[in-house]
């Protein structure tokens, strides 16, 4: 997701297609509207969502070639038509340690198998191994790639408003949206911690047990100024009214429409039954 | 959905997101800034379970790691699969918190040396069916390679010295607690993750932890057992170390604050200003 | 319509002395009331008590009464308190949301709580904004704004539920003199406009002086002065309850105390300093 919606966007007015039964849309300015714009990126951000889901759900789920493997096309098509490609590459970069691990331990150490392929010094490669360690690396990348595509397609007050217009409370709405808020902030004062105890002396280069000391005098100014913050931020949510027992007021529709909604009807569906089959032995392909 | 989050107090709403913010930050710092192999990422999701409930815990836990694995900027790595061992992290520490597990118990003099000989004969009885398990003294049996056995008792001995000496230094039994409520949730916390890792990730986990994957399978362990067997070396010990701190930052947290919070009293007891 | 303290005692949860004691205090409508005492007096406990929210939200024991317009404050909840009672605090940015991406969803926030229709919603954000000056700042950022932008934006937002008493703790100590400036002039503009009571505590004495009718002095819990702004502002014995009088009693005694000049000579010199 790529935070709030970034630069203003032109005016372009009411959407038409969006059925606003809370009143008018046509009332809130373009910059409060944010209608996302561009192939993909214009869906709904729920459609995008159940992607990313099944998309996960499938990749892990179905054993063998075939399921990450689609999952790894139909991700990189949505990248190419979204116009997200190149941004995908710290996402796959991110992979290599664990890609690395996966297809070294599992190509020469793969328990039980006898089906050596070659050797490398006292190592020897098994073709289980091996098909195990591709077929682990394909859906680690797969995965990969549908959290990049949703990340960099999604804005997060987008994805927030559209599920509190389908019924979330305005509780969970407001603790994931002030959790990522929060931690641009966190960080910096995180790093200032860090800082002012290196003038004190804490070495965070040192040997292991000064490091492990150095976690308390991190942890805690950390941990008390977040918490001094929780009676000041209590107060004012309630003096917003946040325990209203009302039902909170519709602001931002994102559009929606019959074809998406189809379209997540069969995504979900389709991934219970292949996910299932998969599970269940009974899946055709590889 | 709207029914369950009305369970919780506003203020409880609010500790949510810092806890879930101080999880991500202080999880990323300690492993890129101070480039420690344990996590410490479950210290806001600890806290939130002690002071909050069980499932404000498991709710904080199992956002914290779909958010670090979705959220702009910082989102990617591995970690949301692992959301549903957050969770149980989570629920377990409602369950300390109900149990008042991070109350301090000032004691003195005869207790202190009781409790720090509990901690000495735990840790014997961990030892002695570990060394007398057929599987490390005869070779011809399963499961894993004598030299894990060996390394499980030293690490268990050297626990118990390091919770003994701290409950003696700070003359508080609650030391004792902290440490089993650590190491059953470390043990809890390998034995969900390693299905998960197993499932997901082909059994390891991309950290230096790893070698340590590859040593059990040369041994002879299949890929969930060598997955759990790692998961065992380290979350416990991860697990142990942010019980502690966790302990620490409690007992500095003055009462008032403590009590607002919904089983804060438990952390109380006559500690009262 | 009034806001009444009547002997008004308030002690914090787990705390060992009252915060407040035995306070009598009265705002009605278009009235501006101002605070001003040493740290620590009790002023902000007075600000969380005659907004309601000690002991509503925040847990403590209170005696004596708190009522608006007659009704007592202990027998509303939270959201019904925050329409007849806005508070502001000194920390802007912890004061907002946190979730908005424009400073217009962020004053929005409060209405659409209250589950208002769209409509009313975005008329009270306009009016709000328009009435504090900021309607500029609308699509702005609220995490990127100047502290004393950020401070107009929590105003509004406060103001967005329509509450009949305004109760501000320090709102300028954590701004520079340009946010002050700008905080002062929003606050002038609004007394002038509305019928807002408002309950301003400050160290600030010159934004009181020309924003309050009248001013009490707090110390140690208590009320000791009260009365119209100039006498008390201009009474001698002010320092000695930690406050420092505004510019213009400055100026007048210590052109006095020099001989320069009989008190309306003094006064019409202010006057044409000041423009």
């Not at chain 2, 003099?109 to 398990?133: E, K, R």
Request: charged fraction near 15%; charge should be positive.
């Amino acid at each position: 997701m790529t935070g709030s919606s970034g630069t203003v966007p032109p005016d372009r007015g009411p959407d038409p297609s969006v059925a606003n039964p809370e009143g008018s849309a046509a009332g809130l300015p373009a910059y409060v509207l944010r209608v996302p714009t561009g192939t993909y990126r214009s869906l709904n951000p729920f459609t995008k969502s159940v992607v990313a889901l099944s998309s996960a759900l499938v990749a892990f789920g179905v054993r063998g070639w075939t399921g990450p493997l689609s999952v790894l096309l139909l991700t990189a098509a949505i990248a190419l038509v979204a116009g997200v490609s190149r941004s995908l590459r710290r996402f796959v970069l991110a992979t290599i340690p664990i890609v690395v691990s996966i297809l070294l331990i599992n190509a020469f150490l793969y328990p039980g198998a006898t089906d050596v392929l070659f050797r490398v010094g006292p190592f020897a490669a098994t073709g289980t191994g091996v098909t195990v360690a591709l077929q682990a690396t394909l859906r680690v990348v797969a995965f990969a790639l549908s959290v990049a595509v949703f990340s960099l397609t999604t804005a997060t007050d987008d994805f927030l408003a559209d599920l509190e217009r389908r019924g979330t409370g305005r509780r969970l709405t407001f603790v994931v949206g002030s959790a990522i808020g929060m931690i641009p902030a966190m960080a910096s004062r995180a790093t200032e911690i860090v800082e002012a105890q290196r003038a004190r002396g804490l070495d965070t280069e040192g040997s292991v047990r000064r490091r492990i000391r150095g976690i308390v005098p991190l942890a805690g100014p950390m941990v008390f100024g977040a918490l001094s913050e929780v009676e000041e931020r209590t107060v004012a949510l309630e003096a917003r009214g946040f325990s209203a027992p009302a039902r909170r007021t519709v602001m931002r529709i994102l559009p929606d429409s019959g074809a998406q909604r189809a379209l997540r009807w069969l995504l979900g569906v389709g991934t219970i039954v292949v996910v299932g089959a998969s599970i269940a032995g009974r899946f055709p392909l590889p | 959905m709207a029914w369950l989050s009305r369970q919780f107090s506003t203020r409880v709403i609010v500790l949510i997101p810092i806890a879930i913010a101080i999880n991500i930050v202080l999880g990323y710092t300690v492993q890129t800034i101070l480039k420690l192999p344990i996590y410490l990422d479950s210290i806001g999701t600890i806290l939130v379970g002690v002071l909050a409930g069980p499932i404000a815990g498991a709710l904080t836990g199992i956002l914290s790691n779909l958010i670090w694995q979705y959220a702009p900027v910082i989102g990617g790595g591995t970690i949301g699969p692992f959301a549903i061992t957050a969770g149980v992290i989570g629920l377990l520490a409602g369950i300390w918190g109900q149990l008042a597990v991070y109350r301090s118990r000032p004691a003195s003099g005869m207790q202190l040396i009781v409790a720090a000989i509990a901690a000495g004969v735990i840790a014997v009885v961990v030892v002695i069916p570990i060394l007398n398990n057929p599987a490390y003294t005869d070779p011809n049996v399963g499961g894993y390679p004598s030299w894990v056995y060996t390394a499980a008792a030293v690490i268990a001995v050297i626990v118990a010295v390091v919770v003994a000496a701290f409950i003696y230094v700070r003359r508080d039994l609650a030391g004792l607690w902290v440490a089993v409520a650590g190491v059953l949730t470390g043990i809890v916390a390998a034995f969900v993750s390693a299905p998960i890792s197993a499932i997901a990730f082909g059994g390891v986990t991309g950290g230096g932890t790893d070698l340590l994957v590859a040593a059990l399978r040369q041994g002879g362990s299949d890929v969930i057992h060598a997955s759990l067997g790692q998961g065992l070396f380290s979350d416990p010990i991860d697990k142990t170390i942010t019980s502690f701190v966790v302990f620490i930052i409690l007992s500095g947290l003055s009462p008032r604050l403590l009590a607002r919070f919904p089983l804060g009293d438990r952390l109380v007891r006559d500690r009262a200003a | 319509m009034t806001l009444r303290l009547s002997a008004a005692t308030y002690r914090y949860a787990g705390a060992r002395r009252d915060a407040l004691d035995s306070v009598d205090l009265e705002i009605s409508t278009g009235s501006v009331l101002g605070v001003v005492g040493p740290n620590e007096a009790g002023k902000s406990t007075l600000c969380l008590v005659a907004s309601g929210l000690a002991p509503v939200v925040v847990s403590g024991r209170l005696s004596g009464s708190v009522t608006i317009d007659g009704r007592e404050t202990t027998d509303m909840r939270p959201h019904e308190l925050a329409q007849r009672c806005g508070i502001l605090f000194q920390d802007a940015q912890a004061q907002l949301s946190g979730t908005a991406s424009t400073v217009f969803e962020e004053v929005a926030f409060g209405p659409r709580n209250l589950g208002l229709s769209l409509p009313a919603v975005i008329e009270r954000v306009e009016a709000c904004l328009g009435a504090l000056g900021i309607a500029s700042l609308a699509d702005r950022d609220p995490a990127r704004l100047s502290g004393g932008q950020a401070q107009l934006v929590a105003l509004a937002a406060i103001l967005a539920l329509r509450p009949d008493f305004l109760i501000l703790d320090e709102p300028t100590s954590q701004l520079d003199p340009q946010g002050t400036r700008l905080v002062g002039d929003a606050l002038r503009r609004l007394v002038r406009e509305s019928r807002t009571a408002i309950l301003v505590v400050e160290h600030k004495t010159a934004l009181l002086d020309r924003l309050a009718d009248r001013v009490v002095v707090v110390d140690e819990g208590r009320i000791v002065r009260e009365g119209p702004t100039a006498d008390v502002l201009g009474d001698a014995a002010l320092p000695g309850h930690g406050v420092e009088p505004p510019p213009r009693v400055r100026v007048q005694s210590a052109l006095a105390a020099a001989g320069l000049g009989t008190a309306a000579e003094t006064d019409r010199l202010m006057a044409e300093l000041a423009t």
